[in-house]
């Protein structure tokens, strides 16, 4: 690692025995192919580390990958931790059959920078050897490598080796340092014992950082694990970070449950899955359109699976063309957002039939939920997400927008797999910029789940006001329990349109401004008429059909002007019998707080006694100051309420 922190991950490519491993070894003096089968063979089988100095004295990484086509899987595993690939082409060969493969997994899975090495030129002569390296410009015409440096160099003599070498540091500066931000997420590529250790992985950590001490969960399999020690390039490391060949010694976890495919994570990061959304490109140079539902070979991380695709836009998807598509695997995977896959299948017309890369991607989502095909809702949720992968804020703001409820910062981290220290930071731009608002207790919602309550707050108020021309609003809990969903985006949306006069408490009610009830003038009399009753009455009220039998209405009626005095605010309603104006309320709650004056907590006889009331009136009193939170029922007794301990200065 340069001293600017500034990681990087260099990788080799190409065809078969065009000197790759011989050309890292030059570099590095390391010997990657350490497999007996591969030193008799003479080619590289499994992926091979080492660690390379620059000019600069920094280290960086470097992974060696096959070329042979029957170790294919092996060259996608080592590509999905590239940043610079030294692609090598034999100056007697030319551009092979995995030369173009090769490229082409590159390409889908990100890596931007690079160099050529023209190998072997010690077997050609000057003129072929620039015949050659015309050919390979025409070859990376229109790829990321159509700019980068042709460096003609031989393995044998070290001919060119200087220029090479020259360049290569170069497209290292150019690079983009390895993203170490996110929650740790490692690749297994390898696990072995090691005598008075116990089990050790190692690979490329894809995100973020990992510390001798942190637990790690195996994902498929949920073992869990602490790192006891730790490697970095083959020195001992309290830290290691995305993009540098690590070693973790977790013996807590049996080796049996550590196989290449699976991945290490920050402890309840991910789960496995088996169906996941995804932004899939065919390869241009695919003789005819794919199907829905083709069978493909996916390789992600470390990890081959089948796999069927689930095409979600059109019945087919064209060459060189991309679509939304949902992967549905025939193995759980610890998958995450954001990471590159390719996908290789037998196609009629192409590589001889035989199974080759026909295209690739980024996850979208692992929701692990059978999606029906288009359907626009989903083609918007998941262009929404393609959009906002690169932009941790952006991602951070559509993770909140999706949840459609307030989270707290630690579970909006684990959702966005960001870790939770860098939420504050994260959601600075989305705070300043108004999509995202700050409620209490450290909680976030976002501004488009309040837009989308605020709308269906409205609509509930506007239904009622229509269905019920002779009420004056909709009680609060009603118009929340019209609404449903979280009650916190409801409590922000209703005090967001009172705040703007878009609604207003009309009394104990919420109404649209300007409706009001469609009460005539003889309706008016009658509800005169019950309000100074019940006033009079104070705290022994009659009941609806004794206030009708008096007045010589019908209690239908009668109970229609309890209810829009109710509504007013003029009447309390104790119960579902008993309707006590409000001044009586008052006097009775003045009662309750003399009573706590004098002691912690009082019986319903002794508050009976206190009002000069029966049961009858004394126990819906109770009921109702238990609501509101000026009492609290203990057994036979009432204590101080929230309500009570405010106004008494208690704490």
């Given at each position: 690692m340069s001293?600017?922190?500034?990681?990087?991950?260099?990788?080799?490519?190409g065809h078969v025995d065009h000197g790759k491993s011989a050309l890292v070894k030059l570099l590095t003096g390391c010997e990657t192919d350490t497999l007996a089968a591969e030193k008799q063979r003479g080619l590289t089988i499994e992926l091979g580390f080492a660690p390379c100095r620059m000019a600069d004295e920094r280290i960086v990484g470097i992974v060696d990958v096959p070329g042979h086509v029957d170790f294919i899987r092996n060259m996608a595993a080592g590509a999905h931790g590239i940043d610079v690939v030294i692609f090598a082409i034999a100056a007697d060969d030319g551009v092979m059959p995995q030369t173009r493969e090769h490229l082409d997994i590159l390409t889908l899975m990100g890596v931007s920078h690079g160099l050529v090495a023209l190998t072997k030129i010690d077997l050609v002569d000057e003129e072929l050897g620039r015949m050659v390296a015309d050919e390979v410009r025409g070859f990376l015409r229109g790829t990321f490598l159509e700019e980068a440096p042709i460096c003609p160099i031989s393995n044998v003599t070290g001919d060119g080796f200087d220029g090479f070498f020259a360049a290569l540091n170069r497209a290292v500066d150019?690079?983009?340092?390895?993203?170490d931000e996110g929650l740790f997420r490692l690749w297994i590529e390898r696990s072995f014992p090691v005598q008075g250790f116990g089990t050790v992985v190692s690979g490329i950590p894809s995100r973020g950082r990992v510390r001798v001490g942190d637990r790690l969960r195996v994902v498929p399999g949920d073992r869990v694990g602490r790192v006891r020690g730790m490697e970095v390039y083959a020195q001992a490391s309290d830290t290691g970070q995305a993009g540098q060949c690590v070693a973790l010694n977790i013996p807590d976890v049996d080796i049996a449950?550590?196989?290449?495919?699976?991945?290490?994570?920050a402890d309840d990061a991910c789960r496995a899955v088996t169906m996941v959304e995804a932004d899939l490109t065919l390869l241009p140079a695919v003789p005819h359109p794919v199907k829905d539902y083709i069978e493909v070979h996916v390789h992600v991380g470390t990890a081959e699976v089948m796999a069927n695709v689930a095409l979600l836009e059109r019945d087919t998807l064209a060459p060189g063309l991309s679509q939304l598509v949902q992967l549905r695997l025939r193995e759980p995977l610890g998958l995450a957002p954001g990471e590159r896959f390719v996908i290789r299948s037998s196609v009629p017309g192409l590589a001889g039939g035989r199974v080759?890369?026909?295209?690739?991607?980024?996850i979208l989502g692992a929701g692990d939920r059978r999606l029906r095909r288009k359907r626009p809702w989903t083609i918007a949720a998941l262009t929404r997400r393609a959009r906002a992968l690169d932009s941790p804020p952006d991602w951070c703001a559509l993770c909140l927008a999706e949840a459609a409820r307030p989270l707290a910062g630690r579970d909006l981290a684990r959702e966005a797999q960001v870790p939770p220290e860098s939420i504050e930071a994260l959601l600075a731009g989305p705070l300043a910029d108004g999509r995202v608002v700050a409620l209490d207790a450290g909680r976030f919602l976002h501004r488009r789940t309040i837009d989308d309550a605020e709308q269906a707050v409205l609509e509930q108020v506007d239904a009622f006001h229509d269905a019920n021309p002779m009420r004056l609003g909709i009680e609060e809990a009603r118009l929340a329990a019209?609404?449903?969903g979280d009650q916190q985006v409801f409590a922000a949306a209703l005090a967001g349109l009172i705040d703007r006069a878009e609604l207003c408490r009309n009394g104990t009610v919420i109404a649209s401004p300007g409706r009001t009830a469609a009460v005539s003038d003889e309706d008016r009399r009658l509800f005169e008429r019950i309000e100074a009753a019940l006033k009079a009455a104070h705290l022994a009220p009659p009941l609806a059909e004794t206030l009708a039998d008096d007045l010589g209405e019908p209690v239908e009626r009668v109970n229609?002007?309890?209810?829009l005095l109710v509504d007013a605010g003029t009447v309390v309603r104790l119960d579902r019998k008993v309707?006590?104006?409000?001044?009586?309320?008052?006097?009775?709650?003045?009662?309750?707080?003399?009573?706590?004056a004098g002691a912690n907590s009082f019986e319903t006889v002794r508050f009976r006694d206190a009002l000069g009331v029966s049961r009858k009136y004394a126990v819906p009193l109770l009921d109702y100051f238990d609501t509101v939170r000026l009492t609290v029922r203990s057994a036979s007794r009432r204590r101080p309420g929230a309500r009570a301990r405010e106004q008494l200065g208690r704490p």
């Open positions: 001293p600017a922190g500034k990681t990087v991950m260099l990788g080799t490519a150019a690079a983009r340092p390895h993203q449950h550590l196989s290449r495919g699976r991945v290490l994570v080759t890369t026909i295209g690739g991607g980024r019209a609404v449903g229609e002007m309890l209810r309707a006590m104006h409000r001044d009586a309320v008052a006097a009775a709650e003045a009662v309750v707080l003399d009573l706590f």
